[in-house]
């Protein structure tokens, strides 16, 4: 089951978008909250064009971003990232009819009223699968990009199971104090035998260190 839904901390300066990861192909670019008017190829309803953010250019080697070094506010993971199933409605200008965490969701009925029901995800959900627009998944985690707040985006699965347990993982070799981890973006090249063997782009975040001048978050929780 996928994280309770809760909304940001706090607006994000730029949005870190991480792309078609279960496809082989993950791309990591930083955008603005400013929707592109150029029309492109690749631009859908559901991947739509966005303008490239100054920082997407700051941080850009030899044509592309390859990894980013974060960090993140609180201690634990689940109030950093968080994921939900979204169903969009067929109009290219509606609305999600249903939002769900695979375990219940909240379904848009035609007379714009709400109701409970069961969410089995987008590989099981009858209704997930009909229409013109697919049931995804919609993950979003809040981090710092050079202290500068920044939302990191992802219609993937795989990346939310890779962040999540790179949380994990920094929560423990920091004793619990997430919030002083040095993090690692990173898209990298492997091949599998589910690949055949042939090459394709995966990702991961990866605890690199921990920073000695920062005070625990827990801390403050604690004493306040």
Not at 14 to 20: D, F, K, N, P, S
Not at 110 to 123: Q, S, Y
């Amino acid at each position: 089951m996928l994280d309770n839904q809760h909304k940001p901390y706090r607006h994000p300066h730029a949005v870190i978008r991480i792309e078609l990861v279960e496809e082989g192909e993950a791309k990591m670019e930083i955008v603005s909250h400013v929707h592109s008017k150029n029309d492109t190829p690749n631009q859908t309803r559901l991947v739509p064009s966005m303008e490239l953010h100054s920082l997407h250019h700051e941080y850009k080697k030899n044509g592309q971003i390859e990894n980013l070094q974060i960090s993140v506010e609180f201690d634990e993971p689940e109030h950093v990232i968080r994921a939900q199933y979204v169903k969009w409605a067929d109009h290219e200008l509606d609305h999600p009819i249903c939002i769900g965490n695979g375990h219940v969701a909240n379904l848009m009925k035609d007379d714009k009223t709400e109701i409970k029901v069961r969410c089995l995800g987008p590989k099981r959900c009858e209704m997930a699968v009909n229409g013109k627009a697919p049931c995804m998944i919609d993950v979003r985690a809040n981090v710092l990009l050079g202290g500068v707040p920044v939302e990191i985006r992802s219609n993937s699965e795989n990346a939310f199971m890779a962040m999540r347990s790179g949380l994990e993982y920094a929560k423990a070799r920091t004793s619990g104090e997430l919030n002083s981890a040095s993090l690692m973006l990173t898209t990298w090249q492997k091949s599998t035998r589910g690949s055949t063997y042939q090459a394709f782009t995966a990702f991961d975040l990866e605890y690199v260190g921990k920073q000695e001048d920062v005070d625990p978050i827990s801390k403050g929780m604690k004493a306040y």
